[in-house]
C-alpha cells in the first residue's frame, strides 16, 4: 500500500443456490486466492451466501438462520487473511428483511450495508423480498456484537488515511442517484460493488460504460464482484462480469461466463491529488459513520499497465484524437487572427518537427479563417549549425503548402553581433547558441512589423517544462500554438498530416522531417550532420513527458515517480539512467520557472498546461530542495 497503491480484488466464488455450506467453503477458498496474489481489498458479488435466485426462499428462517450461521463462519476462517473482505446475504432486521453487504477484517464482522434500490422491474421482483436501506444508519445486534447497519457506513485504514471504502449492491450503481455519491462526497476513495447483474446482449458493453463512467465522475476506484455459475438459470444466466475502474479507466475485467477472480491496484493518492484541484466537489449530506479496518502497509506489487506514453492514446482513438488536436490549434489561432484583422503570418521554420508542426497549423488556421495561404510568409534562418538536409526540407515544405518563402542567413549579423559583445567565434557556449536564436527571434519580430503579420511561435510543451529555449529567443513570440502539445505528441500529430495529405511529394517530405533527429542546430555539423542532438543533452523527451504528466496531474513526489517510471520503462532505460533524468527534470522544472511566468498566449490541447494564466501558479523562485532530498 506503499505510494498509495491498494491492490484490489473481484471475486466470483462457484455458487449453489440455497446452500450456505457449501458457499462459504467457495467464498473462504477463493478469498484466499485472492490474498495469495496481494489483494487487500476483497469482493465478492451479492447474496453469495444463499446465492442470488432463491426467490421465496427468502422469506424461510431456515435458510435465514444458515446465512447468518454461515457469515459467522466465513469471518472465523478468514481470521488469517489480511484484507476488508466484503460478503453478501439476507439479513433480517426489525422485521425486514435487507440485502446486505457485510464487512469483515481480521475475523471481525465490521459493518452491514444494505441495498438502497430494490429493483422490481422486468426480470427483477426484489421487493417481493427485501426492503430498502433505512434513512438511518443503526445498530443491529449480531453474534453477540453492536455491529453498525445503514447506506452510509464507511471503512477506513489508520494505516493508510486516502484509502477509505464505500459499499454497493448492484441497481444502487445503475440508480439516477446513486448511494456510492453521498459516500464518495464523504471520503470514500474506492466503491465497491457487489452485484447479481444477469447477462443480455450487450449488457456488458452498457455495464462496462456505467462503472467507469461513476469512477470518473466520483474520482474513484470501482470494484465491481458480479454473480457467475451457479446461480439458478431457470430463466436467467449470470456471466461474473467483474470490473475494476480508475477515475474512468478500465483497469481490469473478468472473461464472461468465466468465474474469475480479477486483481488490480487502485492509486488513491493520485484520486485524492485529482479532487484536491476540484473546487466544485461538494460537502457531503447525510449521516455518516466511519469503522476503521487494519492492514499491513507493505509493498505493493504492481500489475497494473503503466504506459510509457500517457500523453499518447490508445491507438484505436488516435485519428481522432489527431484531428481534434490539430483543430484546437487551428481553431485557437483562427480567431486570434480574426480578432486583430490580420491577414498575414510569419513562422520560422527549421526543417525540424516543432516549426513543421506550426507551419502546418497555420496553413490549417487560414483556409479555416478564409484566408489565402500566401498571407503566410515561412522563414528559414540558417546559421552555423544548419544542415542541407534541414535547409532543404524548410524551404521545400513552405512552397508546398502555398506559403511564401523567404531566407535569411544570420551569420554575418551574429558574428557582428559576437564583435559587439567580444565574443569568440570558436567558443561554443551558451552566449554562442543563444545569441543566434534572439537573432532569428527579432528577424522574425520585425518581419512582422513590416508584414502587418503575426508571429507564430513553435515551442513546444516539453521545452517549456524544462525551459529548453531560449528566453527572449524562440521562448517569445506573439501567439504559441505548440504550446500545449509535449514533444511525444508532435511527432505524431506531423506523421498524421502525411498519412492524411493527399499530394505525395508532400507526404513523402514530411516522412523524411519525421525521421530527422531533434536539434536545435546552433552548433556547427559534423560531415555534413546534425552534431547537437538534444536528447543526448538534456535527456529523452519519452522519459520527460512521462516524468511531467504524472507530477503535474498526479502531483506524484519524486520517490513515487522513479517507482512508476521504473514500471513503465522495464528493459528500455537501467534504473540508474531514469534516476538521472529525473533529477534533470526536476531541476530544470524549477529554475526555468520565470521563463513560463511571461509566456505568450497558446491554447491548451490536453489536461496539462503551464500557462501562468491558466493551470500552473508557481513562484519563480521556488526552491527544489524538499523535492530533490527524496531521491538520495
Known amino acids: 500500500m506503499k505510494d498509495g497503491f491498494v491492490k484490489v480484488a473481484a471475486v466470483s466464488p462457484v455458487v449453489t443456490v440455497a446452500d450456505v455450506a457449501a458457499n462459504e467453503k467457495a467464498i473462504a477458498e477463493a478469498v484466499k486466492e485472492a490474498e495469495k496474489r496481494g ?97 438511518q444508519t443503526d445498530i443491529v445486534s449480531f453474534a453477540g456484537m453492536q455491529i453498525p447497519f445503514g447506506e452510509g457506513v464507511l471503512f477506513f485504514s489508520p494505516e493508510l488515511p486516502e484509502l477509505v471504502v464505500g459499499a454497493e449492491i448492484c441497481e444502487d450503481l445503475w440508480a439516477p442517484v446513486p448511494p ?15 452485484s447479481a447483474s444477469n447477462e443480455l446482449t450487450g449488457k456488458d458493453v452498457y455495464r462496462r460504460n456505467l462503472v467507469s463512467s461513476q469512477s470518473a465522475r466520483l474520482l474513484c476506484g470501482y470494484v465491481y464482484a458480479s454473480a457467475g455459475e451457479g446461480e439458478s438459470t431457470q430463466d436467467l444466466v449470470f456471466g461474473s462480469h467483474n470490473l475494476i475502474a480508475e477515475n474512468g479507466k478500465v483497469l481490469a475485467e473478468g472473461r464472461l461466463f468465466r468465474n474469475d477472480t480479477i486483481v488490480s491496484e487502485i492509486d488513491v493518492r493520485r484520486l485524492i491529488a485529482e479532487r484536491r484541484k476540484m473546487n466544485t466537489w461538494p460537502k457531503a449530506v447525510g449521516e455518516i459513520v466511519q469503522v476503521p ?41 483562427k480567431k486570434r487572427l480574426l480578432h486583430t484583422g490580420m491577414k498575414h503570418a510569419v513562422v520560422g521554420v527549421s526543417g525540424g518537427l516543432d516549426s513543421t508542426l506550426a507551419l502546418l497549423v497555420t496553413a490549417r488556421a487560414f483556409d479555416l479563417a478564409g484566408l489565402p495561404r500566401e498571407g503566410i510568409l515561412g522563414v528559414t534562418m540558417p546559421g552555423f549549425g544548419t544542415t542541407g538536409r534541414t535547409h532543404d526540407n524548410a524551404k521545400r515544405l513552405i512552397e508546398l503548402l502555398g506559403a511564401r518563402f523567404r531566407e535569411v542567413n544570420i551569420a554575418a549579423a551574429v558574428r557582428q553581433h559576437f564583435s559587439d559583445i567580444g565574443h569568440s567565434e570558436e567558443d561554443h557556449d551558451v552566449t554562442y547558441e543563444n545569441s543566434q536564436a534572439r537573432e532569428r527571434t527579432q528577424i522574425l519580430m520585425d518581419l512582422s512589423n513590416r508584414e502587418g503579420a503575426l508571429v507564430v511561435g513553435t515551442g513546444d510543451l516539453s521545452e517549456l517544462a524544462l525551459g529548453w529555449a531560449t528566453y527572449n529567443g524562440d521562448h517569445m513570440s506573439m501567439y504559441g500554438v505548440n504550446a500545449g502539445v509535449p514533444k511525444t505528441l508532435v511527432r505524431y500529430l506531423v506523421s498524421h498530416f502525411g498519412e492524411t495529405c493527399e499530394e505525395e511529394e508532400l507526404a513523402a517530405l514530411i516522412r523524411d522531417i519525421c525521421d530527422t533527429p531533434v536539434s536545435p542546430e546552433l552548433l556547427p555539423p559534423e560531415n555534413g550532420k546534425i552534431a547537437q542532438k538534444t536528447e ?49 527534470f526536476i531541476r ?45
Open 39 to 135: 489483494a487487500k481489498i476483497i469482493v465478492c458479488p451479492e447474496l453469495c451466501l444463499t446465492g442470488y435466485t432463491c426467490g421465496d426462499l427468502f422469506l424461510q428462517d431456515t435458510l435465514l438462520a444458515a446465512a447468518e450461521e454461515g457469515l459467522e463462519k466465513v469471518a472465523k476462517d478468514l481470521a488469517e487473511v489480511d484484507a476488508l473482505i466484503f460478503v453478501g446475504l439476507p439479513l433480517a432486521k426489525d422485521g425486514k428483511l435487507y440485502n446486505v453487504a457485510a464487512a469483515i477484517n481480521r475475523g471481525a464482522i465490521l459493518g452491514f450495508v444494505p441495498k438502497t434500490c430494490i429493483p422490481n422491474y422486468g426480470e427483477f421482483y426484489e421487493l417481493r423480498h427485501f426492503s430498502p436501506a433505512p434513512e
Open 180 to 194: 456510492g455519491t453521498a459516500l464518495a462526497l464523504a471520503g470514500a476513495t474506492i466503491l465497491v460493488n457487489l
Open 293 to 333: 479496518f487494519a492492514v499491513e502497509m507493505e509493498e505493493t506489487k504492481l500489475t497494473r499497465r503503466v504506459d510509457p506514453a500517457p500523453f499518447v492514446p490508445a491507438e484505436s482513438e488516435q485519428k481522432n484524437r489527431w484531428e481534434e488536436i490539430l483543430s484546437i490549434q487551428a481553431n485557437g489561432l
Open 536 to 584: 543526448e543533452l538534456v535527456g529523452p523527451y519519452e522519459l520527460h513527458d512521462f516524468f511531467l504528466y504524472h507530477f503535474l496531474r498526479y502531483g506524484c513526489a519524486p520517490k513515487k515517480l522513479y517507482r512508476l517510471a521504473l514500471a513503465a520503462f522495464a528493459g528500455a532505460y537501467e534504473p540508474e539512467v531514469i534516476l538521472k533524468w529525473l533529477k534533470t
Open 588 to 632: 530544470r522544472f524549477f529554475s526555468q520557472q520565470f521563463k513560463r511566468s511571461c509566456l505568450p498566449d497558446g491554447p491548451k490541447v490536453g489536461s496539462i498546461a503551464l500557462s501562468p494564466r491558466g493551470d500552473l501558479r508557481m513562484p519563480s523562485d521556488a526552491a527544489v530542495t524538499e523535492f530533490l532530498k527524496e531521491l538520495g
